[in-house]
Protein backbone atom coordinates (compact mmCIF):
# COMPACT_ATOMS: atom_id res chain seq x y z
CA UNK A 1 0.00 0.00 0.00
CA UNK A 2 1.22 3.38 -0.74
CA UNK A 3 1.59 6.35 1.98
CA UNK A 4 0.07 9.54 0.74
CA UNK A 5 2.09 12.55 0.38
CA UNK A 6 1.61 13.90 3.97
CA UNK A 7 2.64 10.33 5.95
CA UNK A 8 5.38 10.18 3.81
CA UNK A 9 6.42 14.00 4.66
CA UNK A 10 5.46 13.35 8.38
CA UNK A 11 7.11 10.03 8.25
CA UNK A 12 10.42 11.48 6.52
CA UNK A 13 10.32 14.23 8.97
CA UNK A 14 10.02 12.52 12.62
CA UNK A 15 13.89 12.07 12.82
CA UNK A 16 14.20 15.40 12.40
CA UNK A 17 10.88 16.31 14.96
CA UNK A 18 12.67 14.32 17.62
CA UNK A 19 15.97 16.09 17.45
CA UNK A 20 14.25 19.31 17.68
CA UNK A 21 12.32 18.25 20.55
CA UNK A 22 15.26 17.00 22.29
CA UNK A 23 17.06 20.59 22.39
CA UNK A 24 16.01 22.82 24.78
CA UNK A 25 13.61 25.51 24.13
CA UNK A 26 16.42 28.28 24.13
CA UNK A 27 18.36 26.81 21.29
CA UNK A 28 16.17 26.45 18.83
CA UNK A 29 14.62 30.07 20.12
CA UNK A 30 18.25 31.25 19.50
CA UNK A 31 18.81 29.90 16.28
CA UNK A 32 15.79 31.11 14.40
CA UNK A 33 16.76 34.52 16.03
CA UNK A 34 20.05 34.60 14.77
CA UNK A 35 18.41 33.57 11.20
CA UNK A 36 16.35 36.53 11.37
CA UNK A 37 19.45 38.79 12.48
CA UNK A 38 21.71 37.70 9.81
CA UNK A 39 18.05 38.51 7.33
CA UNK A 40 17.78 41.84 8.50
CA UNK A 41 21.32 42.49 8.77
CA UNK A 42 23.52 40.74 5.85
CA UNK A 43 23.84 42.13 2.38
CA UNK A 44 21.86 40.85 -0.42
CA UNK A 45 21.11 38.30 -1.34
CA UNK A 46 22.06 36.52 1.60
CA UNK A 47 19.81 38.07 4.03
CA UNK A 48 16.73 37.22 1.67
CA UNK A 49 18.42 34.08 2.13
CA UNK A 50 18.44 33.44 5.56
CA UNK A 51 14.64 34.47 5.77
CA UNK A 52 14.38 32.03 2.70
CA UNK A 53 15.76 29.57 5.17
CA UNK A 54 13.05 31.00 8.13
CA UNK A 55 10.28 30.79 5.64
CA UNK A 56 11.25 27.33 4.35
CA UNK A 57 11.32 25.91 7.66
CA UNK A 58 8.01 28.05 9.24
CA UNK A 59 6.34 26.16 6.25
CA UNK A 60 7.53 22.75 7.29
CA UNK A 61 6.15 23.08 10.66
CA UNK A 62 2.45 24.20 9.31
CA UNK A 63 2.49 21.73 6.68
CA UNK A 64 3.55 18.96 9.61
CA UNK A 65 0.66 20.79 12.32
CA UNK A 66 -2.00 21.96 9.91
CA UNK A 67 -4.34 19.18 10.86
CA UNK A 68 -4.23 19.50 14.30
CA UNK A 69 -4.60 23.53 14.38
CA UNK A 70 -7.45 25.60 14.90
CA UNK A 71 -8.62 27.67 11.84
CA UNK A 72 -7.14 30.91 13.98
CA UNK A 73 -3.94 28.87 14.95
CA UNK A 74 -3.87 28.41 10.63
CA UNK A 75 -4.58 31.93 9.74
CA UNK A 76 -1.66 33.36 12.23
CA UNK A 77 0.76 30.86 10.86
CA UNK A 78 0.03 31.47 7.38
CA UNK A 79 0.36 34.85 8.32
CA UNK A 80 3.63 34.61 9.42
CA UNK A 81 4.70 32.27 6.17
CA UNK A 82 3.53 35.02 4.08
CA UNK A 83 5.42 37.78 5.78
CA UNK A 84 8.68 35.94 6.08
CA UNK A 85 8.13 35.25 2.08
CA UNK A 86 7.30 39.07 1.44
CA UNK A 87 10.65 39.74 3.51
CA UNK A 88 13.04 37.43 1.50
CA UNK A 89 11.57 38.64 -1.64
CA UNK A 90 12.43 41.63 -0.83
CA UNK A 91 15.89 41.48 0.96
CA UNK A 92 16.60 38.89 -2.39
CA UNK A 93 15.25 40.53 -5.38
CA UNK A 94 16.75 44.27 -6.62
CA UNK A 95 15.12 46.94 -6.94
CA UNK A 96 12.32 46.08 -4.53
CA UNK A 97 13.51 48.12 -1.82
CA UNK A 98 15.05 46.74 1.94
Known amino acids: MALGFRSRVE???Y???ERLNSLPRAVSL??????LAVG???????GGLAFLLVTVFVGW?????????????RMMRLAVLVLTLAVAVVRTVPGTGG
Open 11 to 13: HAS
Open 15 to 17: PLM
Open 30 to 35: VALLAA
Open 40 to 46: LLAPRPF
Open 61 to 73: LLFLTWPRLTMPE
